[in-house]
């Protein structure tokens, strides 16, 4: 396939310079009132201040980190400080291994908020969700506390226990989980047949080799289909999002021309414009789209790309609604930055910032037998009911069929339900020969 060329990340340089000058004659000149390093006086003086007279002796280090922290912290969510240790573990993380319940979290109106758990970690086993609140992780409240110092607190030795206490529509008070931290492998791409010609695609986040493994499990599928496929569902529920270069190589698989996502900023290095090329494009198959409210960032991304285009059809409920783009920043010392430098649009124009990607068919995820009531009998399943001779013959051509946990998820069934009547559809338009 054509290769797209990197993310270019620009590195930025911060200089703080000192705020006023001694003079021989016992005057000092500050730095002009318009400029912003005359409110760096302050701050220097409260650390001056601090360092002299506080009633226990701190670090050096440890006031600038928290001083710097503090800072992030008046931006938005997304934006935040990363010293040495988590910087390392954020390199890690992109790479799809690290240490702890396997939950991508966020800060929404002032609260440490799930944005989804991410799928087959000891998050996901236990029961959380996307939306959950996270009051409490062991005896810290939440709220005294920054989003970066939380997942230092989710993180831990494989094998300790955490309890987080959580809140959600549901709960009439906040409720307790204690949850096993686990080495957290993440295979972001997971695919199967799941009936003849009908293949599906668990994208769980967006990480260094997301593209490369999904070109595999296409060509996987349709080496399993006979060379090719009627339909795909590209299930990226609870996707938390990662890496936008990778967003843009996913979504090229199935665009072969046209905008795929643009960015704006403060910076010109923040306005990029990224297109769809026609090498390696996927054969022009249906493809059901399955978002909720735990699709976020890079997920949000492909869906918006292949909704306005029309290559595919969005099935589920509303998406998370991060439109913001973060640089990752290294600094001199092995610390960084992960910063906000620029909001995506999609190629409509569309920004989804707080206010997420509308489904083209809304379907609430409840199991089939809510939805249809419970299982039905026919007449195979009554006691003594006559044998058809033919019976043993009415399905031999059959390869897949839908598992029962597959069946048990109603939003996978509905999409499912959606390709094979179009591939229904198709076939009776055909002239007769």
Known sequence: MHRK????????????????????GGQTRTARSDSPYEEMKIFTDVLSIVRESYVEEVGLPELIYGAIDGMLATLDPHSSFMDPEMYSEMKTDTKGEFGGLGIEISIRDGILTIIAPIEDTPADRVGLAAGDQIVRIDDQLTKEIG??????LLRGPKGSQVTVTIMRDSFDRPQPFTIERELIKIESVKARTLEDGYGYIRLSQFQENTDDDLGSALEHLRKENGGQLKGLILDMRNNPGGLLEQAVRVSDHFLDKGLIVYTEGREAASEMKFEAHRDGTEPDYPVVILINSGSASAAEIVAGALKDHRRAILLGTRSFGKGSVQTIIPLEDGSGLRLTTARYFTPSGTSIQALGIEPDILVNQVTVEEKEGGAHLREKDLENHFDNGDLDHADSSVKFRLGKKDRDDYQLVRALDLLKGWDLFQSIQKPAA
């Open 147 to 152: 989003i970066m110092e939380a997942v230092k």
């Open 5 to 24: 060329n990197g993310l270019l990340v620009t590195l930025i340089c911060l200089v703080v310079l000192a705020g006023w000058i001694s003079f021989a």
